[in-house]
């Protein structure tokens, strides 16, 4: 019996909400479903919980513009996150428990390259291919540092 879905969303805090929205529209073709702004433990945002607090450890009177975005043919959510006051950007090491990385597939991996590389995009690695399953691959880092895998034939 199936009793869990696939992965609904990721969700990524971002220093810079817009900057964010039109790097993943431009480069990936993600489109803002929803934008909306809240603060925290007001308006019904990480107030539901009796221990939020605890859980989401904000400062109270926190404000937080976020957007959902998906590809136009649906699939996994990008929730982005902006939050005033923000904690200074950590860098997560590969060799630590928590999120490293994310991935995009495409069916078009060159034309995806050189697009991304015109837009100036910041890569982390040549593109190769892998030798598991002749994939090929490459790293790249959004503009606040989180890295994105993209695979594809």
């Not at 990721?10 to 993943?24: G, H, I, M």
């Not at 999120?99 to 069916?107: L, P, Q």
Request: hydrophobic share 40%.
């Amino acid at each position: 019996m199936k009793d869990v879905g696939g992965i609904v969303h990721v969700a990524l805090t971002v220093s810079d909400l817009n900057r964010s929205v039109t790097f993943y529209r431009e480069n990936f073709g993600l489109e803002k479903t929803v934008e909306l702004c809240f603060t925290a433990y007001e308006d019904g945002f990480f107030a539901e919980a009796e221990d939020s607090r605890e859980l989401y450890k904000v400062a109270p009177g926190t404000t937080c513009p976020l957007a959902l975005l998906q590809q136009p043919e649906g699939g996994l959510i990008l929730e982005l996150f902006q939050f005033t006051p923000q904690q200074p950007q950590e860098t997560v090491p590969w060799d630590r428990p928590g999120i490293t990385h994310f991935a995009f597939e495409t069916e078009h991996f060159a034309a995806l390259y050189e697009r991304l590389r015109a837009n100036g995009v910041e890569f982390c690695m040549r593109p190769g291919k892998r030798v598991a399953d002749g994939l090929n691959w490459v790293f790249l880092r959004d503009p606040d540092g989180n890295m994105i895998e993209v695979l594809g034939p």
